[in-house]
């Protein structure tokens, strides 16, 4: 037996310490703990229970880390879909995955209702608001008892459906932390949807050491960076898209950021010289190149900032506990 994820996660932050902000409002950890646990009640009582599929459809946002949490710790299996599919393309997804149940938020339901099956129990956001406080349940995980089933980006071939188990994404999340050296006071810009596995590690790796994250979007990059420095945040993780924006389009070259203490990179390659730019415009900050699969979890290797000089071009090394080899 080993912990359970959603426990896991959870573990470091304290309950009066804020887990997740945005623009308007914050949830502090007591609260992240207590919503999830209304969202697990809501889950059983739609019948759903260990190994069951739970699809779970959305923006960041406190609904979609409780869902996620809450199916976690149920021993279900959540299934992230993208908010950006068309009704179409989720039915089918949801013909190969047969999800039990699914979490969504108004917003996606209201686009994407046509794809969902008809009669399927449907757990809303307002389900956050449930009367009083929740029973956390408490049910034995085994290691490799799947935990996600992510789809694939289908950037080189069809959508593929990913197994993740729950040592899986604890082996990694333990990775990423080590060699970014997390800590508590860290704070996380969150551009990426949570639905996509770098995202997704950014959640795991900020609430594994009890750390924050700032929910926002790349709509406005100017306005996005004008979030970035009144809340503080010590990371922005990107990938190419992202930074040749925030290079060419923004004031990011020259504004300073004082917080912002480190940079990650992946999600495909970012020319030399634009990496050069980007180490450029945070002086006073790290800039990690990095690699990583979705059938990986999430990330397998990381240039250390120390050798972004002389080694630029490469995604460096394999992350704590993993060994790569090229293979002919």
Known sequence: MMINTADYLLAAGRNTDTALLTEHTSATYGELKAASARLAQALLAAGVGPTDRVGLLGGNSLFWVAAYLASLKLNAVVVPFSTTLTPAELEQRQAIINCRAFCVDRPAYRRLKAGLPAGLPLIFDAALNGPGPAEWPSLPTEPQQD???????????????????????????????????????????????????????????????????????????????????????????????????????????????????????????????????????????QVFVMYGQTEATARLSYLPPALLPTKLGSVGRGIPVVELAGLD
């Open 147 to 285: 935990a996600v089933y992510i789809f694939t980006s289908g950037t080189t071939a069809r959508p593929r459906v990913v197994r993740l188990t729950h040592r899986n994404l604890q082996a990694n999340t333990e990775s990423i932390v080590a060699y970014l050296e997390l800590t508590p006071a860290d704070r996380m810009l969150a551009l990426l949807p949570f639905d996509y596995c770098f995202g997704a590690s950014l959640l795991h790796t900020h609430l594994r050491v009890g750390g924050s994250l700032v929910l926002s979007r790349f709509l406005y990059p100017e306005s996005m960076l004008d979030v970035l420095e009144a809340t503080g945040c010590t990371g922005l993780a990107g990938v190419p898209s992202v930074y040749q924006t925030l290079l060419r389009n923004t004031s990011f070259p020259t504004r300073p950021l004082k917080s912002l203490a480190k940079v990650q990179q992946a999600g495909g390659k970012l020319p030399a010289v634009q990496i050069k730019e980007l180490a450029a415009a945070v002086p006073h900050g």
